[in-house]
């Protein structure tokens, strides 16, 4: 029988598109792969790299190094995550929008905001270090606070967001959704301005951990949570970064551990009412009761 050939796929020709900043929120059952972060060197499975094949095939990015990619946090291996955020630079069918980059300034342009959000990141980082070293600890405290209001204030005065943005831009989600794995589902995107990246501009992380509760006391689990709450430095906790971080005092602003009842067998996403499900494994497991 006659089979007709496929067209071999058209060359897109990068110089003559525009690109725009956004944020990914991703969701995804990690016990498949080792970890969030891209491990070249190791040759095994990660999130993001199943993410950035994603990108390229989708031809949303040329490649990692052309999209100033930037990870907010990162998982360890087999460790799942519902609100992990990155940042980059991806092709836009606008042409003007928040975060906008022309075709011809997009190389020189993500050069320039990269060095510039890094410098200002440290910059940052050093004067509040400088003047949080001048108070005590209830000064410290009452200013975090104060800073925290001011900025969530502003915030909520903001909407980079346009009737453009969601009736005619790539539906980012749905593109990436129909190439990346079941257990890793793109749930959300935002634009944002071409200076501000997941890593640098964040100035807040908020962290939930399950763990089955067995035998633990979850009393002494949070007398022991109260002793880190403040502001310590974690030197000896990463991996030292002496380019981009000037010091590695951080302010722990809440910490508690609570009984959370039974875990769910699976998650629902806002996106197609799809689900995210732990292999038959770990659903079994997940009816002991659990902490957070």
């Not at 005065?157 to 190439?179: A, G, M």
């Not at 699976?266 to 009816?287: G, H, K, Q, R, Y």
């Amino acid at each position: 029988s006659f089979r007709k050939k496929r067209n071999p796929r058209k060359q897109l020709d990068w110089s003559k598109w525009p690109t725009r900043n956004i944020f990914l929120k991703i969701a995804y059952v990690g016990e498949n792969y080792y970890g969030f972060v891209s491990q070249p060197e190791a040759g095994v499975v990660t999130v993001e790299e199943e993410l950035m094949k994603a990108l390229e095939v989708t031809r949303l990015v040329r490649d990692r190094q052309d999209c100033q990619y930037s990870r907010c946090g990162r998982t360890d291996r087999g460790v799942s995550a519902l609100g992990n955020v990155v940042s980059l630079n991806v092709r836009t069918k606008l042409k003007s929008c928040v975060g906008f980059i022309p075709p011809l300034e997009v190389g020189k342009m993500t050069s320039t905001t990269t060095t510039t959000t890094k410098i200002s990141s440290m910059e940052k980082q050093k004067d509040d270090d400088d003047n949080n070293n001048n108070n005590d600890i209830c000064e410290e405290d009452k200013d975090q606070k104060g800073h925290h209001q001011h900025r969530e204030k502003d915030e909520q005065q903001q909407c980079w967001i346009t009737e453009e943005d969601i009736k005619q831009e790539f539906d980012y989600p749905r593109l990436l959704n129909t190439i990346l794995p079941p257990d890793i589902r793109v749930v959300a995107w935002a634009p944002v301005p071409v200076n501000i990246m997941a890593r640098f501009s964040c100035y807040s992380r908020v962290y939930k951990y399950y763990v089955f509760k067995d035998d633990l006391d979850v009393g002494r689990l949070n007398d022991a949570c109260r002793r880190l709450k403040g502001r310590h430095d974690f030197r000896n906790f990463c991996k030292l970064d002496h380019i981009n971080v000037s010091h590695f005092n951080r302010h722990l602003d809440y910490a508690a551990a609570k009984d959370v009842g039974h875990l769910p067998t699976s998650v629902e996403i806002p996106f197609d009412n799809e689900t995210l499900t732990p292999s038959s494994s770990s659903s079994s497991s997940s009816s002991s009761s659990s902490i957070i």
